[in-house]
């Protein structure tokens, strides 16, 4: 298919896991206003909703003119960076108090979550990528989200539907864990750090819901508050040991090459300061409010490495495409 222009020639080259950059500049943004960092976290949200718009139209132009290359991409896990990232989005737009476009977001990702889920978990197959995480960080974005609404407009009903989607992903977490190779923590070009991600974003989840019980209404009992509670802190221990573990692998095993894939180590770099900063406030456990406050700087400087890189082999694709 002739292209338009170097800058459709770039996009149309772009691969599913772009998604990821959206994903990381949307949790960036989010660690950022948690910590007080209003205008910085704004202007990355800028940069995420261009990325957003960008690949979404991408995504329609594929569905219409390349559908055969459209249907063998949905079928991989980086496929689900889309409703992850749009999960993200809307979580942020909620923290605005823009209630209304994130429930749009909200049932958009709805929508594309259980087409594109089945498909991915269809076609795994042993041993995969990083990416295969998706499966969870997917179904609890939509937890995230359910729940950032559940408690901005006391909303029961889509508290308990967020738990479920809650306890199902970390059901898809065990499964991507069956299915992951574990060889790519020291082989892997990015995605890999999505094994521990998934475990933040589902903290994240957790945290949520317990500050949606929080916000005056009943949701559930005492004992189910109780395992929420233990469960979430759990989950939050556990990202921060993979996190050790990949950092210690990067030392070992530097890769330090841009790969687009290097989006999905920033997600989980941001996300895993968000988790810590959204369990300290959830469970009044201020030791975890330093240990997020430093760690969004990490993920802020893993932000402008990788936005470095995109943007040196974006120009160098782009004076090909011209040439």
């Known amino acids: 298919m002739p292209v338009s222009s170097p800058l459709r020639a770039w996009l149309a080259q772009r691969p599913p896991a772009a998604g990821a950059a959206v994903m990381a500049c949307g949790i960036v ?55 992850a990232a749009t999960a993200v989005l809307g979580t942020r737009f909620s923290n605005l108090g823009w209630q209304p ?32 995480f998706l499966c969870c960080v997917a179904t609890e974005g939509l937890a995230v989200l359910g729940a950032s609404l559940a408690r901005a407009q006391s909303t029961a009903w889509l508290a308990h539907t967020a738990l479920v989607f809650f306890w199902l992903g970390l059901v898809l977490y065990l499964f991507a864990l069956s299915r992951f190779d574990l060889r790519q923590v020291f082989e892997g070009h990015g995605d890999h ?40 802190l759990g989950l939050l221990v556990l990202d921060l040991a993979w996190y050790a573990v990949l950092l210690v ?27 810590a900063l959204s369990v300290a406030a959830a469970l009044h456990v201020p030791e975890f409010r330093g240990l997020g406050e430093v760690l969004v700087w990490v993920a802020v400087a893993a932000w402008l490495a990788v936005a470095a890189g995109a943007v040196a082999e974006a120009r160098a694709e782009l004076r090909g495409a011209a040439a």
Request: net charge positive; hydrophobic share 55%; aromatic share 8%.
């Open 29 to 83: 943004s989010i660690g950022l206003q948690l910590t007080g960092h209003e205008v910085l976290s704004l202007a990355v949200l800028a940069v995420a909703c261009v990325a957003w718009l960008a690949l979404a139209a991408d995504f329609v132009l594929r569905l219409t003119r390349e559908r055969t290359r459209w249907a063998a991409e949905a079928g991989t896990p980086a496929a689900l960076t889309g409703v």
């Open 101 to 132: 476009l994130a429930e749009a977001l909200l049932a958009l990702a709805v929508v594309l979550w259980p087409w594109l889920l089945w498909r991915v978990v269809r076609n795994s197959r042993r041993p995969m990528p990083g990416a295969v």
């Open 193 to 232: 750090w999505v094994a521990g991600g998934a475990l933040a974003i589902s903290a994240v989840a957790g945290a949520k819901l317990i500050g949606a019980q929080g916000a005056g209404r009943y949701l559930w009992n005492d004992d189910d508050h109780g395992v929420l509670h233990t469960v979430t």
């Open 249 to 275: 692998a990067e030392v070992v095993r530097p890769r330090l090459r841009y790969d687009v894939r290097r989006w999905s180590t920033v997600f989980p770099l941001g996300m895993t300061a968000t988790a």
